[in-house]
């Protein structure tokens, strides 16, 4: 899971990036807000990548999606890409718990197949 939703949180960070520089162009920003909150929003995707493991990593990556939404207030295109990194944050999170219950299955198969030695 930690693979898969660590890729969808740095493509995240890519995308707010952009979004920055579109919101820059609201006259009604200053250039030092959009960076704050940009840069503190980056940061969240990077520091999120090191805790998904942890309890309460996978809500604080929801938090951050439904910010993410909640951001075309500002730019109206964050909606549409809100809702498709929200999708695949989902996506991630789902698949990602499956793949590891799947390995650990194998694991566990895999001890038990194998010879033991005496």
Do not use: N
Request: proline content about 3%; charged content about 10%; glycine content about 10%.
């Amino acid at each position: 899971m930690r693979t898969l939703c660590a890729s969808t949180l740095i493509g995240e960070f890519f995308v707010i990036g952009f979004a920055a520089l579109v919101a820059m162009k609201d006259p009604d920003l200053s250039t030092s807000t959009v960076w704050l909150v940009s840069g503190i929003a980056m940061f969240l995707c990077l520091a999120l990548c090191g805790v998904l493991t942890r309890p309460g990593g996978v809500a604080l990556g929801w938090a951050l999606q439904v910010a993410l939404v909640a951001s075309g207030i500002y730019v109206p295109t964050m909606y549409f890409m809100g809702a498709i990194f929200a999708g695949l944050w989902w996506a991630s999170v789902h698949y990602g718990r499956k793949i590891d219950e799947a390995k650990a299955r194998f694991a566990a198969q895999t001890t038990q197949d194998s010879p033991s030695e005496a």
